[in-house]
């Protein structure tokens, strides 16, 4: 199996393993098959959740940035 392109969006990753629990939950994947998968499943994974931290990261700043325009117009934000 590829290895996982950077550039692959986080829903089409998603899909794909969603894909792959169904395939292995059905009991029709040989060992061997079964064990790629699995990795496959797991690089696909920390793909996600690398995707999922810059979301997290770039919400914080944006966040922090609407505090900084706050505090210099002197409203609060809550």
Do not use: N, W
Not at 16 to 40: F, H, K, N, T, W
Not at 65 to 73: G, I, N, P, S, T
């Amino acid at each position: 199996m590829p290895a996982v392109s950077p550039d692959t969006k986080f829903e089409t990753a998603l899909a794909e393993i969603e894909q792959i629990v169904q395939d292995m939950e059905s009991g029709g994947l040989p060992l061997e098959e079964s064990i790629l998968a699995y990795r496959r499943g797991s690089e696909l994974l920390r793909h996600c959740q690398r995707q999922l931290g810059e979301a997290e990261r770039q919400i914080l700043l944006f966040e922090k940035e609407q505090l900084r325009e706050a505090d210099v117009d002197g409203e609060s934000i809550r």
